[in-house]
């Protein structure tokens, strides 16, 4: 959790997949990659575009199919937004939304 938190700017929201709780400090976001990894995903992008907004800001949207071990027979569809930013650091995450599919893509 601490690896994917570190991807994370320090003013990053995340608006998760499997959380109704939005996420609005690092603290947060780690708690709910905490629990998430635990489920030892395995995800694959299905489709993505990426967009330069400016020098220091890019988007990239699209998505993405996760499998958990703990229930290997189901697949979960989400869609997502990244939006990341150029900080001293270097390329962050300032915000993070994924939310299931409303409808379910053969």
């Known amino acids: 959790p601490?690896?994917?938190?570190?991807c994370y700017s320090d003013e990053a929201i995340l608006?998760?997949?499997?959380?109704?709780?939005?996420?609005?400090?690092k603290e947060e976001i780690q708690d709910y990659f905490t629990q998430f990894l635990q489920k030892r995903p395995q995800g694959?992008?299905?489709?993505?575009?990426?967009?330069?907004?400016?020098?220091?800001?890019?988007?990239?949207?699209?998505?993405?199919t996760f499998r958990f071990d703990d229930d290997a027979a189901t697949d979960t569809?989400?869609?997502?937004?990244?939006?990341?930013?150029?900080?001293?650091?270097?390329?962050?995450?300032l915000e993070?939304?994924?939310?299931?599919l409303p409808e379910v893509v053969a």
């Open 44 to 64: 694959t992008i299905e489709l993505e575009q990426t967009r330069e907004i400016s020098e220091d800001v890019v988007i990239n949207s699209g998505i993405y």
């Open 77 to 93: 569809q989400a869609r997502f937004t990244f939006l990341y930013k150029k900080e001293a650091q270097g390329w962050k995450i």
């Open 2 to 6: 601490q690896k994917v938190v570190a």
């Open 15 to 25: 608006i998760p997949t499997l959380s109704n709780q939005v996420r609005c400090n």
């Open 96 to 100: 993070h939304h994924s939310s299931l």
